[in-house]
């Protein structure tokens, strides 16, 4: 294939997330609005751009209140750090459509260089003759690299909430016109 623009079907993609809670159990949690530019050849990303952004205040862990809380001067602080953004900066061949993907995360207003493992799923039109291609990744980063260290200790010993947070990300993308 050649180098197209791929901009992400977000009916038929997620980015997920887990964080340690009282270091026994995980939360999870969703994003709902995201966008994302590739501008690669699918079956060779080495020479791909990519440009990923999240919507913040669209995070949903399945409860209001935390929900609400992960908004505010707390956490992600929405009101004045509205999105993540990643950008691409390098990627290297790990295996056959495997990749690591190289890039600026920019969150709370920190950026910093962060590597996802980054899967081609492969390609094919849909039911309207539209060229469709499939990713899937997975990563991870420390919540307090980007200043985001509300925490409370347990009587127990140890925290609240974990400083990993793990990101999986299953992406279909439709060719640009």
């Known amino acids: 294939m050649s180098t197209s623009k791929w901009l992400v079907d977000a ?9 340690k809670h009282m270091m026994i159990a995980k939360v999870k949690g969703t994003f709902h609005e995201f966008s994302a530019e590739i501008e690669a050849d699918p079956t060779d990303l080495t ?26 001067g707390d956490f ?5 750090y509205p999105t993540l953004t990643f950008q691409s900066t390098s990627i290297s061949k790990t295996g056959d ?9 920019n969150l ?22 539209n060229e469709k291609v499939g990713f899937s990744g997975k990563g991870s980063f420390r919540r307090s ?3 985001l260290t ?8 140890g925290v609240l909430i974990g400083d990993e947070v793990k990101f999986t990300i299953e992406i279909e993308a439709g060719k640009a016109n």
Do not use: C, M
Not at 97 to 105: R, T
């Open 47 to 72: 020479t791909a751009n990519i440009q990923f952004n999240i919507v913040l205040a669209s995070i949903d862990t399945r409860n209001a209140d935390r929900d609400n809380h992960l908004r505010t």
């Open 11 to 19: 009916t038929h993609s997620s980015v997920d997330f887990t964080i």
């Open 145 to 147: 690299d980007f200043g």
């Open 76 to 80: 992600f602080d929405i009101e004045k």
């Open 97 to 105: 459509g495997e990749y690591d993907v190289v890039g600026n995360l």
């Open 150 to 157: 509300y925490n409370a200790v347990l009587e127990t010993g």
């Open 108 to 129: 709370h207003g920190l950026t910093r260089s962060e590597t996802f493992h980054v899967s081609y799923e492969g390609t094919g039109k849909d039911p309207w003759g």
